[in-house]
T-cell receptor
Framework: AQKVTQAQTEISVVEKEDVTLDCVYE???????LFWYKQPPSGELVFLIR??????QNEISGRYSWNFQKSTSSFNFTITASQVVDSAVYFC??????????????FGQGTRLTINP | DVKVTQSSRYLVKRTGEKVFLECVQD?????MFWYRQDPGLGLRLIYF???????EKGDIPEGYSVSREKKERFSLILESASTNQTSMYLC????????????????FGPGTRLTVL
């Protein structure tokens, strides 16, 4: 069965610090997709990134970067120079083979990130 | 602006009541999903639908049913609400599967916090 583990339940840092959120996954599929979502206090999940299993290139988007390593089954997320607006719950997710073009997602437990001014 | 809307942000019901949670998307997406979110457990898939009148069980379908009579609307039904169904319920929609980068993201609604007394 597929599984996603986010071992860090809560992280608290001071503004401008760099912070890394860990994500470890388990799957027997050779083709799979990994996602990160952000859930701000308003509650609505916001899509951040999708990575497929054949693309191990790291990605950078502004202050956000993602490190995908198949050898350790990890897909970690780093925020550089954190800001108060980054405070949210972050979810890592793994897609499961879907039916008729619908990708089912398996989510990790989430990491609550608090950035203090 | 793309949108997934849910009928209520907060709902309080009594044990044994029949409860309807409604979700509407305006993106003409084929796929729609219902999740529940509980602390420490992340999001868990209840049911999903890949087409009108088509439905598939997710990981925790017991005690729930769904209805999709129109493409834009996906309803979650609690036949006889119980206190262990107190939770945050999130609806999502996504397009048909595609290999395009960053495609297939699921767009989420704001959630309905249901309390069963």
């Amino acid at each position: 069965a597929q599984k996603v583990t986010q071992a860090q339940t809560e992280i608290s840092v001071v503004e401008k610090e760099d912070v890394t959120l860990d994500c470890v996954y388990e799957t027997r599929d050779t083709t799979y997709y990994l996602f990160w979502y952000k859930q701000p206090p308003s509650g609505e999940l916001v899509f951040l990134i999708r990575r497929n299993s054949f693309d191990e290139q790291n990605e950078i988007s502004g202050r956000y970067s993602w490190n995908f390593q198949k050898s350790t089954s990890s897909f970690n997320f780093t925020i550089t120079a954190s800001q108060v607006v980054d405070s949210a719950v972050y979810f890592c997710a793994l897609s499961e083979a879907g039916i008729q073009g619908a990708q089912k997602l398996v989510f990790g437990q989430g990491t609550r990130l608090t950035i203090n001014p | 602006d793309v949108k997934v809307t849910q009928s209520s942000r907060y709902l309080v019901k009594r044990t044994g009541e029949k409860v309807f949670l409604e979700c509407v998307q305006d993106m003409d997406h084929e796929n729609m999903f219902w999740y529940r979110q509980d602390p420490g457990l992340g999001l868990r898939l209840i049911y999903f639908s890949y087409d009108v009148k088509m439905k598939e069980k997710g990981d925790i379908p017991e005690g729930y049913s769904v209805s999709r009579e129109k493409k834009e609307r996906f309803s979650l039904i609690l036949e006889s609400a119980s206190t262990n169904q107190t939770s945050m319920y999130l609806c999502a929609s996504s397009p048909w599967f595609s290999e395009q980068p960053n495609h297939n993201e699921q767009f989420f609604g704001p959630g309905t916090r249901l309390t069963v007394l």
